[in-house]
């Protein structure tokens, strides 16, 4: 049978692509991060003062020193060295004594060589979290495509607000990132209900909540996904962080968990604070008071838990381990009484899944999913404060900057500048939340389209 003859566009596309994909992916991936770069450079070297001082980086370096000088701190009689402390703007440590310990051996660098290796560290783990995304997507036997691909939207998740205050601000939110993706979309983890974990998997997020304890919901996210034995090894690391925390820091352990210091966020800050992106955060701002906010909060915080973790579930036992796990991380950055600005880095995977939809979808699907990326870039990214050009460059400033916010505000005071939003300042000043509730109410939606899909299937 005689084939029929290609068309022009036939031959133009196929020569094109290569048998692994869009020949300019690579390269356009490469150029757009390297431009990316430069751009941030060339901030980083007009703002040098604003960008670089680093101050929850120094914070964590400060729980490191006392570590390192823990007998002469006990013998100065301090109940609690390490929670008892205060740094620049009276700021505080607020992380488990574990994190502490963790970054005493870090405390030995030069606080230029330790600034240095953190936004390095960080700029890695984010590559290598989107490239393991990628590969979750079903994309690891496309290397030149996966690679392109992670690249490239290393470089748009660059221009995002939460990536660039991390970066500014010293965080660890893209390590820990790392540590929670590279547990769920690694080996058969990422493969469904019938791949096999491997003997480490837990140990990241393990790790991660004895850092920070948000990262314990991905725990009964294991549970419900029947991942029982990695979600074992995540809550007896946790456990071990909390002793080792307790071998070396045993006073400042007593208080941290054993006096409920860890439930008190409104210790280091007024949680209605605008960096506060939860719906603790925009509950308090609505009530007028973080006591007037907390009923409400718990009632709502409750029952998107409920919805987060069992949209979740669903997704994961359909194969969909990615949205599976995004919908956990939107989960916990809302339920959290306190998830500043710089923990939404779960952009980054999020719009790595936006893209790969829109690149699988045709027509006018296709041309909703990129919307969606393109409007997630937009409330999530690095803009310049264009409604007061006297602030310094274009990071780490985001949209939800436009309310006006009280800084290193404590208590709950009427006059709170945060209290007092109208109009635009409440849509901006809450834009993560609300983004991260469409978000979450999209990734619900296609549960239980999935759930449906299988119990048709099994009748």
């Known amino acids: 049978m005689r084939a029929e003859p290609a068309t022009a566009a036939e031959v133009r596309a196929a020569s094109a692509s290569g048998p692994d994909g869009p020949r300019w992916l690579l390269p356009a991936g490469a150029i757009a991060l390297a431009a ?67 970054f005493a051996a870090a405390s030995v660098l030069s606080w230029t060589m330790l600034r240095w290796a953190m936004t390095l560290a960080s700029l890695a783990a984010l590559g290598l979290c989107l490239w393991l995304t990628f590969g979750a997507l079903g994309y690891r036997d496309r290397p030149t495509v996966r690679l392109g691909a992670t690249l490239g939207l290393s470089a748009l998740a660059l221009v995002t607000e939460p990536v660039q205050q991390t970066l500014a601000l010293g965080q660890i939110n893209l390590v820990l990132m790392l540590l929670v993706v590279a547990d769920l979309l690694t080996g058969g983890a990422a493969d469904g209900p019938g791949g096999r974990t491997r003997w480490w998997h837990g140990i990241g997020i393990g790790l991660a909540a004895g850092m920070k304890l948000t990262p314990l919901i991905f725990i009964p996210y294991l549970l419900l996904i029947r991942r029982y034995r990695q979600a074992a090894t995540a809550a007896a690391v946790f456990v071990v962080t909390a002793a080792v925390g307790y071998a070396v820091l045993p006073r400042d352990s007593a208080t941290y968990w054993g006096h409920g210091l860890f439930l008190n966020a409104n210790r280091i ?18 009530a007028g008071s973080v006591t007037a906010g907390t009923a409400p909060w718990i009632a709502v915080a409750v029952l998107v ?25 939107l989960t916990e950055l809302l339920v959290s009484p306190l998830s500043w600005d710089h923990h939404w880095v779960w952009v980054a995977p999020g719009l790595a899944l936006l893209v790969h939809l829109g690149a ?45 916010s009280t800084y290193f505000a404590r208590g709950d005071e009427r006059w ?40 048709m299937r099994e009748r």
């Open 36 to 102: 990316v770069l430069a751009v941030y450079v060339a901030d980083l070297v007009t703002h040098l003062k604003v960008m670089t001082h680093m101050r929850d980086l120094a914070v964590y370096r400060a729980g490191g020193l006392i570590v390192r000088h823990l007998p002469a701190a006990y013998n100065g009689h301090l109940a609690s060295p390490l929670y008892d402390w205060h740094g620049r703007d009276l700021v505080q440590f607020t992380y488990p004594p574990f994190a502490a310990v963790i």
């Open 269 to 286: 800050v007024f949680l209605g604070t605008r960096g506060n992106q939860s719906l603790r955060g925009v509950l308090t701002r609505v």
């Open 416 to 455: 709170y500048r945060e209290f007092h939003w109208h109009g635009l300042q409440i849509l901006a000043g809450n834009s993560f939340v609300l983004a991260g509730l469409a978000a979450l109410a999209v990734l619900a939606v296609a549960a239980f389209r999935v759930r449906q899909q299988v119990a």
């Open 360 to 404: 699988q979808a045709r027509g006018a699907v296709r041309a909703w999913w990129w919307a969606g990326a393109a409007g997630v870039t937009v409330v999530f990214g690095a803009w310049p404060q264009f409604w007061d050009l006297a602030q310094a460059g274009l990071t780490p400033a985001g949209l939800f900057w436009y309310g006006p």
């Open 305 to 329: 838990l409920i919805i987060g973790l069992a949209a979740a579930a669903l997704l994961y036992r359909a194969g969909h381990a990615v949205p599976a796990m995004l919908a956990c991380a």
